[in-house]
């Protein structure tokens, strides 16, 4: 077994850890190859991003479906 992880193994615990579903030492593994990998920091930067957006996306999308708002829509508003 390798020392560092793999472009594709640490996109892969990126992804993990947004959801909060990395171990202590797979966050040190990540760490260690976005430390030596610029690619990988850029993709672990913009999935905070994009992870950031989509959830206030989703926010945004239950705060719209009020009780009031769907009369509006009902009443032809
Ligand atoms: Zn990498």
């Known amino acids: 077994?390798?020392?560092h992880l793999t472009c594709k193994q640490a996109v892969d615990y990126i992804s993990k850890k947004e959801e909060g579903k990395l171990s202590s030492w797979q966050r040190v593994k990540l760490w260690q190859h976005l430390a030596i990998c610029s690619l990988c920091r850029t993709f672990s930067a913009q999935n905070?991003?994009?992870t950031h957006s989509f959830k206030h996306?989703?926010?945004?999308k239950q705060e719209s479906l009020t009780d009031v708002q769907k009369n509006e829509i009902n009443s032809g508003y």
Request: net charge positive.
């Open 1 to 3: 077994m390798s020392v």
């Open 48 to 50: 905070k991003i994009i």
């Open 57 to 60: 996306h989703l926010n945004f």
